[in-house]
Structures are given as C-alpha cells and as structure tokens.
C-alpha cells in the first residue's frame, strides 16, 4: 500500500479546485449534489471553500460490490429540492471507468437541470466521462482508499489517499 496523496496536498487542491468553481458558477443558481458514501468527506471540504451561494443534497449510487468492478447500479434518485432550470455539480469521489457517472448523467436529465457538471476527487483517463473539475489524476490499475474511498466499506476515514495496488 502507498500513499499517494497527503491530507496536505488534498487540502491544497481542494483550495485550488474551490477557487476555480466559485468563479465559474459566480452567477449561478447551483445545487452541489454530493455522491455517498465516498465523496461525503470531499464534498464537506470543498463546499465549506466555495464562495457562491449553493443549496446541498445527496444521492447515494454503487457500481463496487467487494474489491470488484461491477456495472453501475443506481438507487432510486430521492432530491429534496428541484434541479429543474438550476446548474447542478455532482461531487464525486472517484471516476472510474465513468459507467456509473454516465448512468447518473442521464438520470439527472430527467429533471431538467439547466446544466450538470461533475467535480471529482480523483479521476481515471480510461474513463468515458471525464470531469470538468478534478483534483488528481491516477492510474488506470489504481484501486484507492481513504479520504473517503473505501476497501469493502472499511478505510474511509483516512486522512490520505492510498492505492492498494502499489
């Protein structure tokens, strides 16, 4: 196991990614949708630096099931507020491959957002969703933990990113 990212740098980049969504949705009504149970400590952090308005929500989608790839599986979508006519950006830990991504992608267009985004944590090139805003890129055999990011629902509480694979 190696640690790939420190709670500094997260912190650091997090600022960094804060600064440059505060200004793109300056004049936006946005809603910040934060995906759980990953993105929960990411989407903490970084809500807490941006200087727009914003309403939160949450929404909870799985595509692991036990140190395994799966295919994405979304949980019925409950909002508590309406993203009809709003921007929305989706909080997420990891981007994958981009299945689940692009599953919810298309389940949010339901509601008639004005526009959706997607802000990442950490992101993989081999993915068919790319975000607009992302903090690290890492490899494609990565399989990361902490800072959110679990092994089988365990590790999320630390305060690096660390691969398991390494």
């Not at 790839?69 to 979508?77: C, D, E, H, K």
């Not at 491959?97 to 267009?109: F, H, K």
């Not at 959706?116 to 607009?132: G, H, I, N």
């Not at 490899?139 to 679990?150: E, F, H, N, Q």
């Amino acid at each position: 196991m190696k640690t790939l990212f420190t709670k500094q740098q997260i912190k650091h980049a997090i600022e960094l990614l804060a600064v440059k969504i505060s200004y793109d949705y300056r004049n936006a009504d946005l809603v910040v949708l934060g995906v759980l149970n990953g993105a929960l400590y990411f989407t903490a952090d970084l809500t807490r630096k941006l200087t727009v308005d914003h309403e939160l929500a949450t929404i909870k989608i799985s595509s692991y099931n036990k140190f395994e790839q799966g295919t994405a599986v979304l949980s019925p979508i409950y909002l508590t507020t309406s993203l009809k006519g709003k921007d929305v950006l989706i909080i997420e830990d990891l981007v994958d491959s981009g299945a689940t991504m692009q599953a919810l992608l298309l389940e949010l267009e339901k509601h008639e957002p004005k526009s959706v985004k997607v802000a990442a944590l950490c992101y993989k090139s081999r993915s068919v969703v790319k975000p607009q805003y992302y903090c690290f890129e890492v490899a494609d055999d990565s399989w990361l933990i902490g800072y959110g990011m679990d092994g089988d629902g365990k590790k999320r509480g630390l305060s690096y990113i660390y691969d398991l694979n390494r």
